[in-house]
């Protein structure tokens, strides 16, 4: 099947499905890098041609190495059973980061996933392919991460991947079935 046919073949699908796309430009995003501990890594936000566009540098200096944005947000998928993620990226590896109620400041759900460069791709991911993380260190706990739940959502380039980045987020989007 060639690119344009997965394309349209993926579009009907979602147009099929009961589904809450997330209007990610209308987010209060905040950029939230390295700086915080001391590092010197930059990243900003941008909207170009309606894709939200994560771009910036991340450097190891002063044991920097990660630069994240995120964005509060409630969702009204209760009964969500994937999430569908449509970006274009650079050939860097990028997390989708979740966060619930009883771990907004702390650990989050993360969904590490490599992009190829200038090449969009999507992702259909479940509840159970996310892991609890805090500062790059898995976490234990009994709670199973429930998309109903989600108060904020972000993405974050790290694990020392030094030098310019940049990230469209095309599309985020919850579905009822798979």
Known sequence: MT?????????????ALPSLAIDLTQLQWTVVNDTVMGGRSDSTLRLRDGVVMFSGEVSLANNGGFASVRAPYTTAAGGAKALYLTV????????????????????AFVYSFQTQANQQQTWVISEQDFTLQFRGRKVSSDYQLN????????????????GPFQLGINELLFVEQV
Do not use: E, H
Request: with cysteine.
């Open 3 to 15: 690119q344009p046919q997965r394309v349209l073949c993926s579009t009907l699908l979602l147009t």
């Open 88 to 107: 274009t990226g650079d050939g860097k590896r990028y997390q989708l980061r979740l966060r619930v109620d009883q771990y907004l400041d702390g650990p």
């Open 147 to 162: 998309f109903s739940d989600v108060r904020a959502i972000g993405f974050m380039i790290s694990v020392k991947q030094a």
